[in-house]
Every structure is written in C-alpha cells, then in structure tokens.
Nanobody, 124 residues
Framework: QVQLVESGGRLVKPGDSLTLSCAAS????????MAWFRQTPGKAREWVAV????????FIADAVKDRVTISRDHPKNTVTLQMNSLKPEDTAVYFC?????????????????WGQGTQVTVSS
C-alpha cells in the first residue's frame, strides 16, 4: 500500500521560511517523479515544484520561483519543499504527489498517488 504523508505545515508570518516534508511508504521515490501542489478553497490545484525521477532535476513554478526549493532524500524516502520569503498568497493546502511519468508533468491528472495535504497559512 502506497502512502504519502505530508508534514510541516503551520501558521507563519510573511517573510518567514518553512520546510514541508513528504514521507513515502510502500514505494521507493527513486523510481518516481515527485511533486508538490497546492490548493486554496474554490480553486484548482496548482503545481508548485517537481523533482524528476532518475535525475532529480527540479522544476519550479513561476509563482514561487527563487523562493522555493524541492529536494529528495532517497535513503529516507522523503521529499522536501523549502519555502522562503513566504507571502500571504502562499496560503494553501500543500499536497505531495507521485507519478512514474518521466517527463515533467505539471497537471494533477498525471499523478497516481497523493498525500492528504498539510495546511500552510501565511498571516501577520
């Protein structure tokens, strides 16, 4: 049984940094393209960052470019999302997702496995 469990979401102030983690079980992330998406009420999920399988090459959405880093730790089977200089518009539920698609998929329909999400709130 494949499980993705996100953690690290909390209330932070504008300008703060935050690290989200996604722990995978039942699957080795080495063989998967891993991604972070986020969603706010009434809106579709949007991709934030993707770490391509095999190479680990990272792709970051324009909305968070220069503020976000995605990384993977194969021995720990985890993927992290480091977010800096957080803004109120970064407030969302953040989801971890996994796919075996090799190319860089930024649409949620490509992803087979999803976590339950972790809430990030940026507010003063």
């Amino acid at each position: 049984q494949v499980q993705l469990v996100e953690s690290g979401g909390r209330l932070v102030k504008p300008g703060d940094s935050l690290t989200l983690s996604c722990a995978a079980s039942g699957v080795s992330i080495r063989g998967y393209t891993m991604a972070w998406f986020r969603q706010t009420p009434g809106k579709a999920r949007e991709w934030v960052a993707v770490s391509r399988k095999s190479s680990g090459a990272a792709f970051i959405a324009d909305a968070v470019k220069d503020r976000v880093t995605i990384s993977r730790d194969h021995p720990k089977n985890t993927v992290t999302l480091q977010m800096n200089s957080l803004k109120p518009e970064d407030t969302a539920v953040y989801f971890c997702a996994a796919t075996q698609v090799v190319n860089v998929p930024t649409e949620e329909s490509f992803y087979r496995y999803w976590g339950q999400g972790t809430q990030v709130t940026v507010s003063s």
